[in-house]
């Protein structure tokens, strides 16, 4: 199939956050020709958040989305979340894009977590739709499920239509091909879910073996995801948005020049992706 449109790679700034603080990232990104950035809270918060909003907007970068609300389970979960959507809106972001954390500390009850997050993503639900922010949910591999409850995107787009039955736009689901590439209803689930409730689209790659369960991602293009078919099932529903390289390695990709980093990013999504 044709190679992605180089106009649709956005950088998730995990990708680089052990070398550059955000303005770095965003200066990275005007000068490698990335048009979209994906930041995340502690690195707005750095910058300051007036700071962050001027720069991207300097830079002509689209903000593909915050990273991130969610873990429901969390004591300040009301209130971190209404606060973070007051900042994806203040950066103009795509998306608040949700890890709904897991069981609270000490429990078993992964239903009753689970319940939890429906209630909580329907109590900011009102307050993201007033503030124009759609909220996307991000289903987790399972061997993450105490960072995320919400494993696949079947799950998630449960979650969609139990509270936004009306496909309204302020609710929807960010699909990381790192968490979903292993699961057979994939494909049928991308259908399902349509353009509509295809907010992000996060890239990276699966390594053989993975020797860390947060933060060994791979390059895209050195594991074993295929990318290519991934995102000839999205496009086929319509998702036009950007492709956002999300890369945790701890032990490779944080260790290298992050110029170096980008500019690997930029030739691997045009042959692997
Ligand atoms: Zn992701």
């Not at 053989?208 to 086929?236: A, F």
């Amino acid at each position: 199939m044709a190679s992605p449109d180089p106009a649709r790679l956005s950088l998730n700034t995990a990708t680089i956050r052990k070398q550059w603080g955000l303005a770095e990232a965003i200066e990275g990104c005007a000068r490698h020709g990335i048009r979209g950035i994906s930041p995340w809270r502690d690195q707005v918060a750095g910058m300051g958040l007036a700071k962050a909003v001027e720069a991207t907007r300097a830079a002509g970068l689209t903000v593909t989305g915050l990273c991130r609300g969610g873990f429901f389970s969390a004591p300040n979960w009301r209130d971190d979340n209404l606060r973070a959507i007051e900042e994806a809106h203040e950066l103009g972001a795509s998306c608040l894009v949700l890890v709904v954390g897991g069981m609270p500390q000490g429990s078993k009850d992964l239903a009753g977590a689970r319940s939890q997050v429906r209630d909580g993503i329907g109590s900011i639900l009102p307050h993201a739709r007033a503030a124009g922010v759609p909220l996307a949910i991000e289903p987790l591999h399972p061997m993450q499920v105490e960072r995320a409850c919400v494993n696949t995107l079947e799950q998630a787009l449960d979650l969609c239509d139990a509270l936004d039955e009306r496909k309204s736009g302020a609710l929807g689901v960010a699909v990381d091909a790192y968490h979903l590439w292993w699961d057979p209803k994939l494909e049928a689930q991308i259908r399902r879910a349509g353009a509509e409730r295809i907010l992000a689209y996060h890239i990276c790659d699966w390594l053989v073996p993975t020797r860390d369960l947060l933060n060994d991602r791979g390059m895209m293009g050195d594991g074993v995801i295929d990318l290519p078919r991934i995102r000839s099932w999205l496009e086929r529903e319509g998702y036009a948005g950007f492709h956002e390289v999300e890369i945790f390695s701890e032990r490779d990709w944080w260790k290298r020049d992050p110029d170096e980093v980008l500019t690997t990013c930029k030739e691997r999504h045009a042959h692997f992706c």
